[in-house]
C-alpha cells in the first residue's frame, strides 16, 4: 500500500498542475514493517511507481547506500557494494525500473 487515498489524490491535483518529483520512498525486508515475507515489488514499488509516471510525475531513489534504510546495497566482500535484489528488496528493482525506462525523457 502506498499511502491512502487522500494523500493520493492530494498528489493526483498538484500534478495536474505543478512538476511532481518523489524523493523519498522506498522499502526494504523488515520484519518490522507492514508487507513482511509478500511481494513488496508487486504490491508496493511497481504500483506506487507505475501511478507516479501515470500523471505526469518523476522519481529517484532515496539513497545509494549501504547504512541508510532503506538499504539498496550490502556491504561485501573487501569494502564493495553488492546489489539488494528480490522481492522485498528496493535495490535490484530501482536498477531494473530505471534500466527500462532509459532514454525516456522527463515530462518536464
Request: hydrophobic fraction near 35%; charged fraction near 15%; proline fraction near 6%.
Given at each position: ?15 495536474a ?46 539513497c ?13 566482500a ?23 525506462n ?7
Amino acid at each position: 500500500h502506498y499511502g491512502s487515498a487522500g494523500n493520493r489524490s492530494q498528489v493526483e491535483k498538484c500534478a495536474a498542475v505543478n512538476p511532481v518529483v518523489m524523493t523519498e520512498w522506498g522499502f526494504d525486508h523488515d520484519p518490522n514493517q507492514p508487507g513482511e515475507n509478500t511481494n513488496l515489488i508487486g504490491s508496493y514499488g511497481q504500483p506506487m511507481l507505475t501511478w507516479l509516471e501515470a500523471m505526469g510525475g518523476s522519481w529517484t531513489g532515496w539513497c545509494a547506500s549501504d547504512s541508510w534504510l532503506p538499504k539498496m546495497f550490502t556491504n561485501g566482500a573487501n569494502g564493495s557494494w553488492v546489489l539488494m535484489t528480490g522481492q522485498d528488496n528496493m535495490g535490484g528493482f530501482v536498477k531494473d525500473w530505471l534500466y527500462t525506462n532509459r532514454g525516456v525523457k522527463a515530462p518536464f
